[in-house]
């Protein structure tokens, strides 16, 4: 979720402002809502039958997985992956379930609002080297969460992530410092994150790394006194933490498995957020195409048309596909941040990994402000695509890349049946 200038320069990883703009492209819209028919002829001699609709039962799951939704979820705003976080008091069982928070494979590390935990449930506040409470300013694209560092014990499915760094959101914690609240727009309520909270299980187990430890970077992490809060190196154990290497068992990767959607769009959408690659019966990876990625950034190569984009991701955070091309044209104002093609387009990229491997993709684009008008009551929206403010360097495969396959992210330095980490595979 840091944008281009982050410590990890893992490029732009557009959550909020794909979001916040995609709430704005699609307002308005008004509710859809399916209407039933009847039939106006009957059989006098037909008896009369009671017909009782019985919802599908829910897969019943692994241990080592949480059902994941594509939902409207806080605010409306589609092509979001959501589950249902548990927070619990360190080596209690005093805890607090969260739900709608959203999964994000192009970040690291779990990040709640304080507004989602009761005043009595009192986390264990993480220290700096010095012995300080340690403070935490996320970057965004377009804005900043601020708030403290502190220790859970998290549950997602059956896994627990013991003693997990995570933030805190709270706008109300200490003083924010001017380099943090000077980035742009204040992400601190889950309205304005369009969230309860995010679960960042990228390819990377803590969300700043080896910069956070040699120097104190700006505008990242901070040592409190009071309510006056100074940026600080920290050590990597002490950053916010990716909680899957913190798992016992299936601590390596995850994968996001999700159907195909319909090209017209969904109301919404289930699937499965599975732990762990290649250590159960329902992880294996199969004859999955591994992308190999920089051990820095976390970037790969695409090529659509003979243009290259060099700093390349795959986010389930980002709601829609994003680059620069001259091959769509751009919507007209108030949408001039989509592109509308004049019909649906199918086009077809070149994913090139870090280890040398190549993967066809293809994929559609549909027309923004037919979007707009026509989307009714659906969150789930696959065709959305546009160039929103991304570098002409920067390709994000989005959530639209998710639907109808089973993604992986496989965690810097963790032994997988595919080699180490960090890599993708679909």
């Not at 495969?397 to 180490?420: K, L």
Request: aromatic share 8%.
């Amino acid at each position: 979720m840091r944008d281009s200038d982050s410590p990890r320069g893992s490029g732009p990883l557009l959550k909020l402002l794909a979001t916040t703009l995609l709430a704005v492209l699609m307002a308005g819209c008004g509710g859809g809502g399916g209407g039933g028919g009847s039939s106006s002829g009957s059989s006098a001699s037909a008896p009369a039958q009671t017909v009782t609709n019985t919802p599908p039962a829910p897969p019943v799951l692994a241990s080592n997985a949480a059902a994941l939704t594509v939902d409207f979820g806080v605010i409306g705003v589609p092509n979001m992956p959501f589950v249902s976080v548990t927070l619990c008091m360190r080596d209690t069982t005093q805890c607090q379930t969260v739900d709608h928070v959203q999964v994000d494979t192009g970040s690291s590390g779990l990040r709640v609002f304080a507004s989602q935990l009761p005043p009595s449930f009192m986390l264990s506040q993480q220290k700096d080297g010095a012995g300080n409470p340690l403070a935490e300013c996320m970057q965004f694209f377009d804005g900043y969460t601020w708030g403290s560092v502190q220790l859970a014990d998290v549950l997602i499915g059956g896994e627990k992530a013991a003693s997990l760094p995570i933030q805190v959101i709270d706008p109300n914690y200490g003083a924010i410092p001017s380099d943090c609240s000077s980035l742009g727009a204040s992400r601190n309520t889950p309205a304005s994150l369009a969230a309860n909270g995010v679960l960042g299980i990228g390819v990377f187990k803590h969300d700043c790394g080896p910069a956070c430890v040699r120097t104190a970077v700006p505008a990242t992490y901070y040592g409190c006194v009071g309510n006056s809060c100074t940026s600080t190196a920290v050590a990597e154990n002490l950053q916010v933490g990716n909680p899957i290497p913190y798992f016992a068992i299936n601590n390596n990767g995850s994968i996001l498995m999700l159907p195909a959607a319909s090209p017209s769009g969904q109301t919404s959408l289930t699937g499965q957020l599975v732990f762990g690659i290649g250590t159960q019966s329902n992880n294996g990876l199969g004859n999955a195409q591994v992308i190999g990625l920089s051990p820095s950034s976390g970037t790969f190569m695409t090529v659509l048309n003979g243009t290259s984009y060099s700093r390349s991701i795959v986010d389930s955070g980002s709601n829609g596909l994003f680059f620069q091309t001259s091959m769509l044209p751009v919507c007209a104002s108030p949408n001039s941040l989509y592109y509308c093609p004049a019909s649906t387009q199918q086009l077809s990229a070149m994913i090139e990994g870090a280890n040398g491997t190549n993967s066809a993709v293809s994929f559609d684009v549909g027309n923004g402000t037919e979007l707009k008008q026509n989307r009714g009551g659906n969150s789930v929206v696959p065709l959305l695509a546009g160039p929103a403010y991304v570098s002409p360097a920067i390709f994000v495969w989005g959530m639209p890349f998710f639907y109808g396959r089973n993604v992986y992210a496989a965690v810097e330095q963790q032994s997988t049946p595919g080699g180490a980490g960090p890599y993708i595979a679909y």
